[in-house]
């Protein structure tokens, strides 16, 4: 099995030669939404030449977009190891998914019923069950973070699961500052708890295999658009607890949840995003494949895809963590120590001393490389470390980055920092 090419695969992104005043762009954007691969771009263009149609129309074109939608549920459904196709729905964005089953989940409950959400999280695995409860006078309860090293405070989760809630909601990964979290006990925590259990593993989909099936949870939303692919948004229900839910939809609608005519096209690029880790892992995922058994085919090789991502990201996250480790001044938010990168992805927090994250920024997009600041919707994170309303500076490594990009970007944030 060949090496990890990096190179070899950053020819596949056309974003990739974009050049700034001569030089060429370094982009650690990815966590607000990575770039896309050719057979992306060519996907979507493709869908709109031969296959441009609504669904399940008699004629050609409607045949191909129908064949090409079943083709990307069971493609997610590869990604994710859900147990059927049927199991994934798609939509405009993790956000507007989470929105639309918080109110089928809260209706099913009770005034004085409780959720229980995390300080840790996105606003949109917050925000949502917010809503949603204050409709039904339900009662929402907050599980704290710890600051030093800005992980879940699993004693207070489990302090919460006492009053026996119904619905459960974390992250897998945070989008600010990288802490992944121990999904897998957290979920089997809250179901012996008799809760039901809501994944965002929008900020892990990027970095990590996901195999709801071994996970266990109920529900798991993620955004194509973080992994290779365009705007579109997924989320995976557990088939006995979707078909048991409430649904809001037009009487002729052929899915529960599926509402109206979906973006054909952008889930046509992410059939090809798929396809796209799947490639990686049956090039270079040899190694990888003996740790997801009982796996074949797409499946297997999206998984694999996926493992060498990580073993290909996490020594270059070390390598940025050791450059910015030299800047005066400069503090990581989060987890630090080499042994427990298997705690976070390589998504970088810091603060500046004497350069506010907005202005730190905007000094690294004049020289070429994009970076983000704030709060990136992570707003309880934010608030708990006592960081708004500026936030932070967001570092985000995707395996399209190479050590030059890391090394380029320590060289121009000691500059800012010493111009400071």
Known sequence: MPEFDVEALRARFPALALEQDGVPVALFDGPGGTQVPDT???????????SNANHDGPFLTSRRSDAMLADAHLAMADLLNAADPSEIKFGANMTTLTLYIARSLTATMAPGDEIVVTALDHEANVGPWRSAAADRGLTVRTVDIRPEDVTLDVEGFDALLHGRPKLVAFGWASNAVGTVNPVAELVRRAHEAGALTYVDAVAAAPHLPIDVQALGTDFLACSAYKFFGPHVGVLYGR????DAL????????YDLF???????????????????????GERYGGGFAAGFPGMTGRRLHAHAGMAAIRACEMPLFGRLLDGLETIPGLRLWGIAERDRFDERVPTAAVTLGGVTPEAASIALGDRGIATWWGDFYAVGPIERLGLAPEGVL?????????AAEVDRLVAELREIAAGA
């Open 40 to 50: 992306v771009i060519e996907a979507v263009s493709r869908y709109y030449r031969e």
């Open 239 to 242: 088939g006995d607890v979707l």
């Open 246 to 253: 409430p649904s809001y939809k037009l009487r002729p609608a």
């Open 258 to 280: 599926e509402t109206g005519t979906l973006n054909h096209e952008g889930i046509a690029g992410t059939l090809a995003a798929v396809e796209y880790v799947a490639d990686i």
């Open 394 to 402: 967001r570092i985000g490594l995707m395996h399209y980055n190479t």
